[in-house]
């Protein structure tokens, strides 16, 4: 039997290879004839669901029932050809995974492909499939769409039933799918939804300036037409500044609130199991550990504080327009300490969506010195059709 | 070719399969015909050094010179057979690598062979070997030697040359060895401390109460009667509390100040790889690098209180007898939250060893439910050999 690496023609390492899963999708449909892969995160009947961990691996029966996601989309008439790497148990924004291996960013070899969904992205970014599922929780579709130049939503909170997904901080976490245009994101994105996406447009563009600030002045100069664009497009645009505070307050919160959710979710597997991570995930999880019931309450508290500022800022159904992230993909296998400023950097700009549950689509528009970067638009709760709509318009060349 | 594990019938999982290190015994020599093992800490010229981790192995090049203390061995006539398990770069206690396999006790097959030197207890105890090379930083040959019912020696520091040894702690590191009869002990020891072992008896024996206290009661019942058979075979005998503080305080400013001296070790090369490591050890390093310079301070005047302490109980030449480990070996896999009390209560007995420089030897006299436990010796700084023949001595059946 040929492993997903050798039927695919997988040059970059975006699939798992020890997983044969595979689903034929139903014969007609609205997605029939397409290809899509799914983050080995979601369960697929038959098959150990690995979580880019092997102690996870070994230490998990195979699963009995195929996740929702996957199963609407071969529903749809799409066929699952593979489970893809994803960062150890998703805890990772890079992409880097030392137990089964990093995928290749077919759009900047050399590169990180941004994680914790990096084989799905990969995957699309290269052409093996069509379309892919990932999931995101920190940043984990939202990263690795900016930095291997493709579509990527993270949809409102708990939009989509998350059931058979390998679940990571239940408060954050989400599905999300790639796609490399606008149109058949779309159309995924009208399975995933069980939605229509119709020509909508929203009130108002509301350029969060802080955040562009935050971004490399490359980015930001890279990404402005595109802002221009999409406030002529809307009608209607204004200028804030979102956190007073300044942003590393603003994602300090959800470190806090995530990160020990994510130790609550996983600890008793861990105590049980002494599972392997790499050093930086064990750090992660152990820094949650070590947080206190007052530093919970505060972060509680600023979380809240967020949530009414952007609930005020964008009552009116605006949306919020922000860089996906603040450069584009770092250079692969960086020192630790030399990864730690651009994580934290990272996170003042995807902390958004996670804090506020809003679905927040990353667009594919701009290069900087050949790399891609994503533009962001965080959309009003439950509004995620709206966002694809806008996409699916401004992917259309201007007269 | 052959794997170590084929050619030497390992059906203890207690070789590395990886390394096809083997040097044949010169022709003569104290130790010709003798066949030994290497904790794969330990240098040979042309293979990788593993230490127990594989991206420790995937970063590190092809050693250039042979370890001094296999070099003796071999010029001695021994012939090396292969290379053995380890810990995870040394850190652990109980012999668990998830990486390369955990040893098999041949004496305790279900529990723990000890660690750090795992594989080379094993082989001895197993008989694949006549003896082998292992290390001892917190205990790391005493406690798989009482856990295997082996004799194991922790040399006083700074006695042996260290060259080509993968360095876990300076302050604390030293070379060890077992073997499973007193005599061959003997003459390894004679070979590797350069030196003559010939008959000697220390001045004293004192019989330190609270770490018998601290022993489960049927450890320090099945030592008593060789505790007895000691005293009468030295001649003179006193009973003292080592630790008007508790044992505990005594071992805590070990686990500060190696643990500080194991992360300076490690610390650039973490950094640069975020390497893999069970849950268990990244956790031991943080725990390190989280300590203030009070803790440090602090942690240096209690150590040197214990020397005192030590000397002036010892001051005669008097040897301090304890039991190995307080218990039996643990069952394999135990959850990490019942693993943490027995550990914590393991350093208490080995950091007398590693807090006085002193030699310590452990002898295989005593078992437990059919389990195997030791009772240590702690010698005078630099007298290793006279804790050599006392064990020498004793193992002869008396009248």
Redesign the interface.
Known sequence: MTTPRERLHDHLQAFCDDTEAFIAGAVDGPLAGLTFAAKDIFDVAGYVTGGGNP?WKATHPAATRTAWAVQVLVDAGATMVGKTITDEITRGILG?N??DGTPINPRAPGRVPGGSSSGSAAAVAGGLVDFALGSDTGGSVRVPASFCGLYGLRPTHGRMPLDGLLMQAPSYDTIGWFARDATLFARVGAVLLQSQVVPARPARLVIAEDTFELADAAVAQALRPWVERLAACIGSSTTVRLAPEGLAAWSEQQQVLQGCEAWDTARDW???V???????V??R??QARAFTAADIAAAQARRDAIRQRLDTLLADGAVLCLPTTPFPALRRGE???LRREPRARISMLTCLGGTTGRPQITLPLAEVDGLPVGLSLLGARGADEVLLALARELSVPSP
């Open positions: 102690d880097e030392p137990h861990i105590d049980q002494n599972p392997r991570f790499s050093f930086e064990t750090e999880y152990l020192r630790l300490s």
